[in-house]
């Protein structure tokens, strides 16, 4: 079933080092005959087709092309999932990737400088919680680690935005800890006033993840 629903395309199959380089080959079974409109670009490689089969990596069995041919071939067996295309959209993801990349990296450093220096009033996390509009957690970072005293979290209410530290661990000086946290040792908590900015940046920081309420505990289900 699977099969049936991919869509036919050329992929690497075996590489060789001395010769021929990267070999491509379908990646799915059609008839002979079929493959054979491509045989002017396509060869039928055996072990023993290679000058040294020791440089072979992958499967050197069956009907290939070097990438020279690709879309030769491509245009025979009418493949409209190309490796062009194929690349380019590698290529949009890559560069997309890049740009959030870099929108966080200065999203976070704008966020470090605006909490560097903020004030630590003493509170409950229950509390902040409960008027919270809401709460941001990068990574799942407070769910997955909050029981082991880590994790982070961004609380946003309506006239202030706090960045809370868990701050738990044995290794951890606890004397630092201004947020009360139940049954916990507590975290360090950051405030300043609400700004959209500050919002935007946390959202850009955390990829609007909503921290969930959940904790995560090894071994429980």
Same mark, same amino acid.
């Given at each position: 079933?699977?099969?049936?629903?991919?869509?036919?395309?050329?992929?690497?199959?075996?590489?060789? *080092?001395? /010769?021929?380089?990267?070999?491509?080959?379908? %990646?799915?079974?059609?008839?002979?005959?079929?493959?054979?409109?491509?045989?002017?670009?396509?060869?039928?490689?055996?072990?023993?087709t290679f000058k040294n089969?020791? *440089?072979?990596?992958?499967?050197?069995?069956?009907?290939?092309?070097?990438?020279?041919?690709?879309?030769?071939?491509?245009?025979?067996?009418?493949?409209?999932?190309?490796?062009?295309?194929?690349?380019?959209?590698? %290529?949009?993801?890559r560069e997309e990737y890049?740009?959030?990349?870099?929108?966080?990296?200065?999203?976070?450093?704008?966020?470090? /400088?605006?909490? !560097?220096?903020?004030? !630590?009033?003493?509170?409950?996390?229950?509390?902040?919680?409960?008027?919270?509009? /809401?709460?941001?957690?990068?990574? %799942? *970072?407070?769910?997955?680690? *909050?029981?082991?005293?880590?994790?982070?979290?961004?609380?946003?209410?309506?006239?202030?935005?706090?960045?809370?530290?868990?701050?738990?661990?044995?290794?951890?000086?606890?004397?630092?800890? %201004?947020?009360?946290?139940?049954?916990?040792?507590?975290?360090?908590?950051?405030?300043?006033?609400?700004?959209?900015?500050?919002?935007?940046?946390?959202?850009?920081?955390?990829?609007?993840?909503?921290?969930?309420?959940?904790?995560?505990?090894?071994?429980?289900?």
């Amino acid at each position: 079933m699977a099969d049936k629903e991919e869509s036919m395309r050329l992929v690497v199959k075996c590489h060789d *080092s001395e /010769e021929y380089g990267d070999l491509y080959g379908l %990646n799915k079974q059609i008839p002979e005959e079929e493959i054979r409109k491509a045989e002017p670009y396509m060869k039928k490689f055996t072990p023993k087709t290679f000058k040294n089969i020791m *440089s072979i990596t992958g499967n050197p069995h069956g009907w290939m092309c070097t990438y020279d041919d690709v879309a030769k071939v491509e245009e025979a067996l009418g493949i409209t999932d190309t490796l062009a295309k194929r690349q380019e959209d590698q %290529n949009k993801k890559r560069e997309e990737y890049n740009k959030t990349r870099v929108y966080k990296e200065q999203a976070q450093q704008k966020i470090e /400088e605006t909490f !560097r220096d903020a004030p !630590r009033p003493k509170q409950k996390l229950s509390t902040l919680l409960r008027v919270a509009r /809401e709460v941001y957690d990068p990574a %799942n *970072s407070y769910r997955d680690n *909050s029981y082991y005293g880590g994790g982070h979290l961004f609380i946003i209410t309506k006239k202030s935005i706090w960045y809370i530290m868990n701050n738990g661990r044995k290794e951890n000086n606890w004397k630092l800890n %201004n947020i009360e946290i139940n049954d916990a040792p507590g975290a360090i908590g950051f405030r300043v006033d609400y700004s959209n900015q500050l919002h935007e940046l946390i959202k850009t920081l955390t990829e609007n993840n909503i921290y969930s309420g959940e904790v995560y505990i090894e071994g429980q289900e």
